[in-house]
T-cell receptor, first 111, second 113 residues
Framework: ELKVEQNPLFLSMQEGKNYTIYCNYS?????LYWYRQDPGKSLESLFV???NGAVKQEGRLMASLDTKARLSTLHITAAVHDLSATYFC???????????WGAGTKLIIKP | KAGVTQTPRYLIKTRGQQVTLSCSPI?????VSWYQQTPGQGLQFLFE???????NKGNFPGRFSGRQFSNSRSEMNVSTLELGDSALYLC????????????FGDGTRLSIL
């Protein structure tokens, strides 16, 4: 059974700081997704990572994938308050959008 | 371009009843997935449809079923509702192929009394 573990589950940080969210998964997959969810809102796609060594960046967020280590990271650079949200990673079990989700990392960025 | 539309947004039912939720995907999207989100279990995959065919099903009892129509619209049905079925049900659509992100609707919040 595929398990997806995120850590930390909760992160409170100051604006301007850097931090990394980790996503470990337990079986082979080369398709990993990162999503953001604001309170009371739906999910917004951030990144799709499709191969070993993939790195994608958007603004202050950068995601990477190491399929050999079964690890993805979401790095936040110089955090700003607007990045406060819950971040989810999800692994595609079959390649047909059978996504198995991490528990989410609730990120609070204090001004 | 219109996003993924889910109806209704909120629903209150009682135990033993059944419910049907609807999802209209983004125009041109042929893959539709359904997820259940609860505080305790998080996000869980229910099923995925592509061109009217269910390709994958998650680990949910047979009370949960779905279908997809020729216009890619999808419905999910839950019969004999239980208190534990209270959740946010999310629908997501994509072009298919697994290399594009899924686009999510706002969800249907189902409360069971």
């Amino acid at each position: 059974e595929l398990k997806v573990e995120q850590n930390p589950l909760f992160l409170s940080m100051q604006e301007g700081k850097n931090y990394t969210i980790y996503c470990n998964y337990s079986t082979t997959s080369d398709r990993l997704y990162w999503y953001r969810q604001d309170p009371g809102k739906s999910l917004e796609s951030l990144f799709v990572l499709l191969s070993n060594g993939a790195v994608k960046q958007e603004g202050r967020l950068m995601a990477s994938l190491d399929t050999k280590a079964r690890l993805s990271t979401l790095h936040i650079t110089a955090a700003v308050h607007d990045l406060s949200a819950t971040y989810f990673c999800a692994v595609d079990l079959t390649g047909n959008y059978q996504l198995i989700w991490g528990a989410g990392t609730k990120l609070i960025i204090k001004p | 371009k219109a996003g993924v539309t889910q109806t209704p947004r909120y629903l209150i039912k009682t135990r033993g009843q059944q419910v049907t939720l609807s999802c209209s995907p983004i125009s041109g999207h042929r893959s539709v997935s359904w997820y259940q989100q609860t505080p305790g279990q998080g996000l869980q995959f229910l099923f995925e449809y592509f061109s009217e065919t269910q390709r994958n099903k998650g680990n949910f009892p047979g009370r949960f079923s779905g279908r997809q129509f020729s216009n890619s619209r999808s419905e999910m049905n839950v019969s004999t509702l239980e208190l534990g079925d209270s959740a946010l049900y999310l629908c997501a659509s994509s072009l298919g192929g697994g290399v594009q992100p899924q686009h999510f609707g706002d969800g249907t919040r189902l409360s069971i009394l």
